[in-house]
């Protein structure tokens, strides 16, 4: 009789959302292997904190999205009204250009590493405001470095939490400590 | 010397309220505007009567995005001669009655956090939801609606609507009852808010204080009432004033009108006639040379479009008198004296929003 022991398995780097489903299935199971930096991007995907931080209509839609029915609070996502503890600027609504460099102060208040959102068709390229206005900033890019657009005058709740998924998964996937390293 | 503003969480969008303080104590407030300009009267000469509608939307008070269309195409329709059908007149009441609940309740929800309670925000919110829920099966949108237009409103009623309407409205004055309980009893709302912030009715006046802010002061005026427009001169309901003129006052001024905005729904639906909805206008509408002014009650008070043509199928010149900005002075007058923390209570009481003040 073949006494050979089993082959032992290559090892395998299981996605972290799916290693903890493995983890919490298994009974006594303890361990779990993942990289350092996808368990600190997993952690802050998982906890964007906004910027409570509303120019126009688009703030309305916003506030929507964080009140009941909607209900930001379940992907983790709970505004902060101070940018020290912010890391995670949603720019709804039109910005003027007296407004700019208060929006860029306050993008630098933010600790890194930080993300923007540009909510609606008025902070990405000046929406209705575009070509004939002359006091309206024609999209926030050029303030500040946005992350994700979100699309529509006003977008609608579901439209702003599609935005903050798709930034969680841009951020699932983030150089995070490697870029640290290389910037030291 | 304290800058409040404009990014605060307080300030219902970016306005700046350069305080000068003695020790707590408020000496003078001066609010800087203008960080919401968005050139909204110079782009309206550069586009058509219908485009303007869309405008009217975004660039003015974008919480009561159908009171804006209504004071506009009024000017419009008044200059133009353009006939409303008896159907479309009545929708649009109906509509401007939802609008202002909606728009209070974002009011009471918002103002309520400034003053440290949560709860009433998300209350406020779950009701104004059904009430956008009711505006997107009309009008497609739900902040923006671009739903009336010259000599009318774009499409009818749907099927079951008015039934969906009513029972919102057999059941909101539960919920109002609700806010009442949170707020009304709240011994710590009460001090906030009663006797603070006391706007004097003749301060009102030469301020020119308007809507509900003035109302709580006792000047006992509403457009609805003295200058009817669409189907308001046909219904019965009242309109809440009260005299003692403080951040009390001015909230039971407008819990009180949504209780009437309730009513006038619901007579308007009872009485709503069948017919035409839109009368027959060209899409570019000329309007005649001349000049006109169409004044409405806003949500926040009075608001009024001054209209000039000459004879193109653009404006000439829109002159937007926004009730907010004339509040807004009114709160200077009677912030002095009161301490910083009283400051958020006043602000808040007289509900403005800034795209009203700086257009």
């Known amino acids: 009789m073949s006494t050979q022991p089993a082959a032992p398995r290559p ?55 964080f009140a009941g029915r909607f209900d930001l609070d379940r992907i983790g996502v709970i505004p902060r009204a101070t940018p020290r503890q912010a890391d995670l600027m949603i720019v709804a609504g039109r910005c003027t250009i007296k407004m700019a460099p208060i929006v860029r ?45 979100v699309p529509g005058c006003p977008p609608r709740p579901e439209a702003l939490i599609e935005g903050i998924l798709k930034l969680q998964e841009k951020i699932k996937v983030e150089p995070f400590l490697r870029r640290a390293a290389a910037q030291a | 010397m304290l800058n409040m503003g404009p990014q605060h969480p307080s300030t219902h969008g970016v306005l700046r309220l350069v305080v000068t ?94 003053l440290g309670a949560t709860t009433v925000f998300l209350y406020c919110f779950r009701e104004r939801e059904r009430i956008l829920d009711l505006f997107e099966q009309t009008t497609g949108g739900r902040l923006h609606h671009v739903y009336f237009r010259p000599g009318g409103v774009y499409e009818d009623l749907p099927a079951g609507w ?18 009442h309980d949170l707020l009304t009893g709240n011994p710590i709302f009460q001090v906030r808010t009663q006797g603070v912030g006391v706007l004097p009715r003749e301060t009102a006046i030469a301020m020119g204080a308007c809507g509900p802010v003035a109302r709580a002061s006792g ?73 006109v002014y169409a004044r409405t009650e806003s949500p926040r008070g009075d608001l009024g479009v001054y209209l000039v043509s000459n004879g193109d199928d653009t404006p000439y010149r829109v002159k937007i008198r926004a009730p907010s900005f004339s509040n807004l002075f009114a709160l200077t007058e009677i912030m002095r004296g009161w301490k910083v923390a009283d400051v958020i209570a006043i602000l808040g009481s007289v509900d403005i929003v800034l795209s009203d003040v700086d257009r």
Not at chain 2, 82 to 107: D, G, K, N
Not at chain 2, 162 to 179: I, K, N, S, V
Not at chain 2, 250 to 256: A, F, S, T
């Open chain 2, 219 to 291: 000047v006992a005026f509403d457009v609805r009432k003295a200058f009817p427009y669409e189907a308001y001169g046909e219904l019965d309901f009242e309109v809440p004033v009260f005299s003692q003129g403080d951040c009390w006052a001015r909230y039971l001024v407008r819990m009180e009108e949504m209780r009437q905005s309730v009513r006038i729904i619901e007579q308007a639906i009872a009485q709503l006639p069948p017919g035409e909805i839109r009368s027959k206008v060209q899409v570019t509408v000329k309007l005649p040379r001349g000049e």
């Open chain 1, 105 to 149: 102060r306050l993008w630098e208040q933010m600790p890194e590493p930080k993300y923007v959102i540009s909510m609606g068709s008025c902070a990405t390229c000046g929406g209705p405001f575009y070509y004939d206005n002359y006091s309206i900033l024609k999209g926030i890019d050029q303030v500040v470095p946005v992350d994700v657009y």
């Open chain 1, 11 to 65: 090892s395998q780097l299981l996605p972290l959302d799916v290693a903890v489903d493995v983890l919490e299935g298994l009974p006594g199971g303890r361990v779990i292997l993942t990289k350092v930096e996808s368990l600190l991007n997993w952690g802050r995907a998982a906890s964007l904190w906004p910027l409570t931080f509303g120019l126009a209509c688009c703030a309305i839609e916003m506030m929507a999205a």
């Open chain 2, 162 to 179: 008015t039934d969906r309407a009513l029972a919102f409205c057999a059941e909101f004055p539960r919920h109002l009852q609700e806010y």
């Open chain 2, 21 to 114: 303080l003695d020790g707590e104590n408020i000496v003078e407030v001066q609010p800087d505007i203008g960080y919401l300009h968005s050139s909204v009267e110079k782009m309206m000469e550069y586009r058509t009567y219908l485009q303007n509608v869309a405008l009217t939307d975004r660039g003015m008070d974008y919480l009561s995005a159908l009171a804006n269309e209504e004071a506009f195409l009024l000017a419009v329709e008044r200059l133009g001669g353009i006939e409303v059908p008896p159907r479309a007149r009545w929708i649009r009441t109906i509509m401007l009655e939802f609008q202002r609940i909606a728009s209070h309740l974002v009011w009471l929800g918002t103002w309520a956090i400034d």
